[in-house]
């Protein structure tokens, strides 16, 4: 199992920025991917990027692309989330997902552990 540790959220004006990341313990060795959601109240978890430890490949969301930036430490076991010109709408709990299949898979059912998430609110 993996822990995984969410930190960063807070509050911020639209068309500001914040720096969530994803701390990772435990056996980190059999995750292959690592993904950014999101749930914002009264609404279902929705994906928002994902990256592979190794290699280049990232996937997004249409709603974040050029907004939203995925990357990652692996000397840290740490994944970043950068998000640019915040909206109201961007507004949600953001979770922390790792999963052991190579696919960067949109579908939260196939990650295999998930932190407690942290808060980011954009104020209008």
């Known amino acids: 199992q993996v822990q995984l540790v969410e930190s960063g959220g807070g509050l911020v004006q639209a068309g500001g920025s914040l720096r969530l990341s994803c701390a990772a313990s435990?056996?980190?060795?059999?995750?292959?991917?690592m993904a950014w959601f999101r749930q914002a109240p009264g609404k279902e978890r929705e994906f928002v990027a994902a990256?592979?430890?190794?290699?280049?490949?990232?996937r997004y969301a249409d709603s974040v692309k050029g907004r939203f930036t995925i990357s990652r430490d692996n000397a840290k076991n740490t994944v970043y989330l950068q998000m640019n010109s915040l909206k109201p709408e961007d507004t949600a709990v953001y979770y922390c997902?790792?999963?052991?299949?190579?696919?960067?898979?949109?579908?939260?059912?196939?990650?295999?552990?998930w932190g407690q998430g942290t808060q980011v609110t954009v104020s209008s």
């Open positions: 997902a790792a999963a052991r299949t190579f696919v960067l898979t949109t579908i939260g059912s196939e990650y295999d552990d």
């Open positions: 435990g056996r980190t060795f059999s995750s292959v991917a």
């Open positions: 990256i592979r430890w190794s290699g280049s490949s990232t």
